[in-house]
């Protein structure tokens, strides 16, 4: 048995988990019709096969009709959700994975305008900040059928053979009662904690009665809401015990915070630059205070701070979800000792930001991760090993050479820097990105690995590339900043200029950031944090419409503890030198006519990158498929490189920013679907 305390076994009740590792609840968003079809399986089933001892599924799954579903959670309200859940299940088991449920009522935490139209609700008649529902007071009525829900879903995950269910007690109905702030009834289920509490154990033991004393049945409940209005650290505590003597619960999955607003997520969900594992001291004393089992996730994102959490008796069960969107694999790779060949959680939760904004959850630079129907995590080998020639050592470029390495293809790798990276070492010019850089680091250590040749300070030409005979060519050779289609625009200096620090102004700059992402925002940042007066100008309605509201949370703090102003729905249309000053013109897509003027020291733009592609269009008379690609091959079945040239010396296609300006996993997933094809 291993000595590794990640690896030991863990009891619970009756079921012995087999190592410490678990994913906590999240949404990927990936179900069909309320439904965990194929994509929402195979993306559990390959955790399951990573090594991972349990999954938590959905986030939340909800139990009533009246909590519709927020970002793509499960229905579990329907019976038709057991053959989906069972088959699940047993694609996880195979693989001697637990699986457990969380279910809900959302509350106030959704909206009335989805499903089927029907009052949003709470134990008071409160405004939620996120979703901006207002809620209406739970009547007698409401509170049974509710109860009776829970109990009703209970039963049909019972049905499917999952190994347990947890229900969802932070920021949505069931702790809505405990939280003196949204429980101001003056009813039997409101006022004293022993009322405040009665929901709780009305929804308790009606799932006791319906799936019986043996299964297992936790909450992932919050113990302090870090909220002058809220709950206390006192009073979740209590709490906490109470579950405990009670005897009808079998764990506690722990939170710290709240998450009624997009800054109060990020302290529950730490982002980039934010503290790992935040709350984990927290998590040890709740677990010393009740002797239940605890489980807790909050950015444990590498190996070595699970370790700690349950070597130091912290924690039972270490989630560790974000990670595992990043490396499934992660218990199988710690069990084979190849932990630095973990792939890292960068936090920079794109994951969340897409899920939050009514996407499907993506890893930043993890492809696979919830396409594992068409898209494998492990790299097969190629039929037929090939020359290959890379240009370009960025994301996109590295996750080239890494997937045609595996596949067992010979690999040269043109950077023409000194160094790889790309765009990513602009990025982590900001301090608090520089986890981004984890991205870089793991890729160029794993080309270290799979013996791939990279040329650094080569600024590849025709001629470099036909000297080495390739089959393949991939150009990932990215792109350069543009300005704006503007008057003067020769006058300003782009938002690289000040990420890489050539540039470095002070007193007056405005940003015109008319791209959306992180690279004008972190310009300004980085400008303000400096001492500059920023003035943050963009065209759209709100500022940052490429960048989701968790990521979006550190900025505004910095703004606001800068004092960089923000002005949306407003162009410059021009640029003019005066004297020692720059005259920036404004102007409003609303209001033709409407004109405006800031007088600063220096402008910034951000207007994303234009392609880099004086080399692919020199090669494409070279090239059997002339770089055409066929999309429906590549996103379908068959060849994606139509042969178009019989005498053509290779095949060429082009990557990422060298296509056009996306992101990084953008890159990153052209990189891998294009050389899984070859």
Request: proline residues 5%.
């Amino acid at each position: 048995m291993s000595t590794d305390p990640l690896l030991t076994p863990y009891r619970l009740k009756h079921l012995t988990l087999k190592n410490r590792l678990m994913s906590t609840a999240h949404e990927p968003a990936y179900s069909e019709d309320g439904m965990p079809k194929a994509r929402y399986r195979l993306y559990h089933a390959e955790k399951a096969k990573g090594g991972i001892a349990l999954t938590m599924t959905a986030g939340s799954a909800v139990v009533s009709q009246d909590s519709p579903e927020a970002f793509g959670n499960l229905l579990a309200y329907k019976d038709e959700i057991v053959p989906w859940l069972a088959e699940l299940t047993d694609a996880c088991h195979a693989h001697g994975t637990a699986v457990m449920i969380q279910l809900t009522h959302l509350g106030w935490r959704t909206g009335w305008n989805k499903g089927d139209w029907l009052p949003v609700i709470a134990p008071s008649a409160l405004r939620e900040p996120a979703h901006r529902a207002f809620a209406k007071a739970m009547e007698d009525w409401d509170i049974d059928r509710v109860v009776a829900d829970f109990a009703a879903a209970a039963q049909r995950m019972q049905a499917a053979g999952l190994d347990g269910i947890e229900i969802e007690a932070y920021g949505h109905l069931l702790d809505a009662f405990w939280s003196p702030h949204q429980n101001r009834r003056a009813d039997a289920w409101g006022g004293s904690l022993d009322n405040r509490m009665r929901f709780t154990w009305a929804v308790i033991d009606g799932v006791r009665a319906a799936v019986g004393p043996e299964f297992i049945v936790g909450l992932r409940m919050v113990a302090d809401e870090q909220f002058e209005k809220g709950l206390s650290r006192a009073e979740g505590m209590e709490i906490a015990r109470r579950l405990a003597a009670s005897g009808k619960v079998d764990f506690l999955n722990l939170i710290r915070g709240r998450i009624a607003t997009d800054a109060e997520l990020t302290r529950v969900i730490p982002i980039q630059g934010m503290a790992s594992a935040p709350h984990l001291d927290f998590a040890g004393e709740v677990r010393a205070e009740t002797g239940l089992a605890v489980f807790h996730a909050a950015k444990i994102s590498d190996v070595a701070t699970a370790r700690h959490a349950v070597a130091e008796g912290k924690l039972d069960m270490v989630g560790m979800t974000r990670a595992h969107m990043a490396d499934p694999h992660i218990g199988r790779k710690i069990a084979a000792g190849q932990e630095t060949r973990i792939r890292p959680c960068v936090g920079a939760t794109y994951c969340l930001d897409r899920i939050y904004e009514g996407g499907e959850a993506l890893c930043v630079h993890n492809a696979a991760t919830g396409r594992e129907g068409w898209m494998p995590h492990d790299i097969p080998k190629a039929d037929t090993p090939r020359r290959a020639v890379i240009v370009g050592a960025g994301p996109a470029g590295l996750e080239a050479a890494r997937v045609a390495a595996e596949r067992g293809h010979r690999v040269t790798l043109f950077e023409a820097a000194d160094r790889a990276g790309g765009q990513i070492n602009l990025l982590t010019g900001n301090p608090r990105r520089r986890e981004m850089a984890g991205i870089v680091d793991w890729r160029v250590a794993e080309l270290d690995r799979l013996g791939v040749e990279i040329r650094y300070n080569t600024y590849a030409e025709a001629d470099d590339l036909r000297a080495l005979d390739p089959e393949v060519v991939v150009i990932a050779t990215g792109g350069l900043p543009q300005p704006p289609e503007i008057a003067g625009a020769g006058l300003a200096v782009s938002s690289w200029d000040i990420l890489s620090g050539e540039v470095k102004p002070a007193g007056r700059v405005l940003v015109y950031d008319d791209h959306g992402g992180h690279a004008g925002m972190s310009a300004a940042e980085v400008l303000g944090r400096a001492g500059a007066e920023v003035e943050l100008v963009s065209p759209e309605r709100f500022f940052a419409p490429e960048m989701g509201g968790m990521n979006h949370v550190p900025y505004a703090a910095s703004f606001a503890e800068t004092g960089t102003r923000v002005t949306i729905n407003t162009r410059v249309t021009a640029l003019r030198r005066e004297g020692n000053e720059l005259v920036a013109e404004l102007g409003s897509d609303y209001a033709p006519g409407w004109s405006d003027a800031r007088r600063v020291d220096r402008v910034v733009v951000e207007h994303g990158t234009e392609a880099l592609d004086e080399l692919y269009h020199a090669l494409r008379p070279e090239a059997r498929n002339l770089g055409a690609v066929d999309y429906p091959a590549l996103t379908g079945q068959g060849d994606p490189f139509p042969e178009k040239n019989p005498e053509g010396a290779f095949l060429l296609y082009r990557i990422g920013d060298a296509i056009a300006a996306r992101n990084i996993h953008a890159g990153i997933y052209d990189a891998l679907r294009y050389g899984l094809r070859w």
